[in-house]
C-alpha cells in the first residue's frame, strides 16, 4: 500500500439520521414523502447500514404503511435504476405477473396469445425459489433457448415478434434486490406493503401500459387466505394505477396444482398442449381470463382471445418467439432418467390435492432450488394424473414422480404424505371457483 493513501472522500453531509426514521415508524408515525426517499436512496449508497434498514422493515411489517408512504417507497425504488419506455413500440403493451403457485405455467401460452392479437407482451421474469416454479427454469428445458437479451434485442423482438419472455436485467429497480435480499434473511418478506412495493416497482420501471395481476390465494401461494391476498391485490392495484399504469388483478385459486403438472419441462409440453388448442380445462380457463384482461386493458376488448388457439395463430408467435431467443421449438423435450408412481389406497372420489404438498415434492425431485445458485433439472417435477372431482380405483396411479436422481424419491414421497383424500363414491368435493374475484381501479 502507498505511504501517501487517497484522501478519503469527504463524508456526504445526510439530511437525515436513520435511527430518527426507524423511531417514527416504531411509534407508528407516517414517514415523510422526504425520509421515504432518503432512506432508500441511503441504503443503496450504503449510507444506511444493513441493522439500520432490517429494524426499518421490522417496524413497516408491525405497523405497516399508508397508501402515499407505499406510493412514495415505490417511487423511491423505481428511481434507484432504470426505466423502459416503450412508447416508439408500434403497439400497445400489456403484461401480467403472478405472485407465484404450483404448477403455474399460464405466461407460456399467455404471451403468445396475447401477442396474436396486437398487444405487445414485455415479459421479465425470474427463476424458481423454493416450491413456486419459475418461468425462466421452464422455458430453459428447450434446447437452445436463452433468458438473457440486451435492451436493443428486448425491443426488437417485441417490435418484431409481439412476445418476450426473458430475464430482467439488473439495471430495473436494483434498491428492491437488496431489500428482498435483507427481508429473506430478517423476517420481513410477508410485509404487504413491502411485498406490493417490490413487485410494482419492477412492472412500472419495465415500462409496460398495462398489467394484470393474478394474486394467488391458497395453501401452495405466498397469502393463504383471501382477507389478505384481496389486501394484496387492492394495494397493488392502486399503485399500478397511481403510476399511470392501467391495473387489475384476479385473485385466483391455488389450494391445488394448476393443471396437470408441476415441473419445467413437464410444464412446457403442457403449455404446448394449450398453444395446440387441448391442455388441462383449468390451464385454459386461467389463460383465457387473464389474456381477456391484458387485451381489455391494452383497449382491445372486442376479440375472442379463444379462437387463437383453436386455429393455430398462438402456437405461431410462440414458435416464432421460442426461436427468437435460439431455442428450438421442434426440439424434444428432456426427460427424467427415473419415474415412480403413487397409487390410490382406496377408490372413491379425490376430494383433495394439496398444492403446497405437490410442489414440495416437485422441489424435492430437482425440479426447484433452495439456493438461487443451485441447477436445476429439467425433466424433474410431478405428473398428475387426476385431479379433485375425478373418481379413482384403488392401485390407479395418482401421480408419476419423475427425477434423475431416484435417492430424492423418498423425501418426495415424504412431503406427499396427507397431501390428498379419497373418500366413498357419491361425496362432494369441496371445490370453488379459479377465479375467485376480480379487483379493479376505485373511481
Ligand atoms: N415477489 C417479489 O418480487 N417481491 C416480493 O416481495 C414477493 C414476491
Redesign the pocket.
Known amino acids: 500500500m502507498s505511504r501517501h493513501a487517497a484522501p478519503a472522500p469527504p463524508r456526504r453531509e445526510e439530511p437525515f439520521d436513520a435511527v430518527d426514521v426507524i423511531r417514527a415508524k416504531r411509534d407508528r408515525q407516517e414517514l415523510s414523502d422526504e425520509q421515504i426517499d432518503w432512506v432508500v436512496d441511503a441504503y443503496t449508497r450504503d449510507a444506511v447500514a444493513d441493522e439500520q434498514m432490517s429494524a426499518l422493515l421490522m417496524a413497516i411489517l408491525l405497523n405497516g404503511m399508508n397508501r402515499r408512504e407505499i406510493s412514495r417507497w415505490t417511487t423511491a425504488m423505481i428511481s434507484s435504476g432504470e426505466r423502459l419506455d416503450f412508447s416508439r413500440l408500434s403497439r400497445p403493451t400489456a403484461d401480467k405477473h403472478s ?2 403457485g404450483v404448477g403455474d405455467k399460464i405466461t407460456l401460452p399467455l404471451a403468445p396469445l396475447v401477442a396474436a392479437h396486437g398487444v405487445a407482451v414485455p415479459q421479465l421474469s ?1 427463476r424458481g425459489l423454493g416450491h413456486t416454479g419459475g418461468t425462466l427454469d421452464k422455458l430453459e428445458s428447450i434446447p437452445g433457448w436463452r433468458a438473457n437479451l440486451s435492451n436493443d434485442e428486448f425491443f426488437a423482438q417485441l417490435e418484431d415478434v409481439g412476445a418476450v419472455i426473458c430475464a430482467a436485467g439488473t439495471g430495473l429497480a436494483p434498491a ?1 434486490k437488496r431489500l ?1 435480499a435483507l ?1 429473506d434473511v430478517t423476517g420481513t ?1 410477508e410485509a404487504i406493503p ?2 406490493a412495493s ?2 410494482m416497482s ?1 412492472k412500472i420501471a419495465e415500462g409496460t401500459g398495462a398489467l394484470v395481476l393474478d394474486v394467488k390465494v391458497g395453501t401452495g401461494a ?1 397469502m393463504k387466505d383471501i382477507d389478505s391476498a384481496g389486501e394484496l391485490a387492492r394495494t397493488m392495484v392502486d399503485l399500478g394505477t397511481d403510476a399511470g399504469v392501467t391495473t387489475v388483478a384476479l385473485l385466483t385459486d391455488m389450494s391445488t396444482p394448476l393443471g396437470l403438472t408441476a415441473g419445467n419441462a413437464l410444464e412446457v409440453r403442457e403449455s404446448v398442449e394449450v398453444l395446440d388448442g387441448g391442455g388441462p380445462p383449468d390451464v385454459v380457463e386461467l389463460t383465457l381470463a387473464l389474456a381477456r384482461e391484458m387485451l381489455a386493458a391494452a383497449g382491445k376488448d372486442d376479440v375472442d382471445p379463444a379462437d387463437a388457439l383453436k386455429d393455430g395463430r398462438a402456437m405461431d408467435v410462440w414458435r416464432r418467439m421460442i426461436s427468437a431467443q435460439g431455442g428450438d421449438p421442434d426440439a424434444d423435450l428432456p426427460v427424467a432418467k427415473q419415474t415412480h408412481q403413487v397409487l390410490a389406497p382406496a377408490g372413491g372420489v379425490l376430494t383433495r390435492l394439496d398444492a403446497l404438498s405437490v410442489g414440495m415434492a416437485a422441489w424435492r425431485l430437482g425440479a426447484g432450488r433452495a439456493r438461487k445458485e443451485d441447477p436445476v433439472q429439467a425433466g424433474a417435477g410431478v405428473q398428475m394424473h387426476v385431479k379433485p372431482g375425478a373418481l379413482v380405483r384403488a392401485g390407479e396411479p395418482l401421480m408419476t414422480l419423475h427425477t434423475d436422481t431416484p435417492e430424492r424419491f423418498e423425501r418426495a414421497l415424504a412431503s406427499l404424505e396427507g397431501a390428498f383424500d379419497i373418500a366413498p363414491e357419491g361425496a362432494r368435493p369441496d371445490i370453488g371457483p379459479l377465479v375467485i374475484d376480480r379487483i379493479a381501479a376505485q373511481p
Do not use: A, E, M, W
Request: aromatic fraction near 16%; charged fraction near 25%.
Open positions: 405472485t407465484g425470474g428492491d428482498y427481508r418478506v413491502l411485498i417490490s413487485i419492477k405466498f
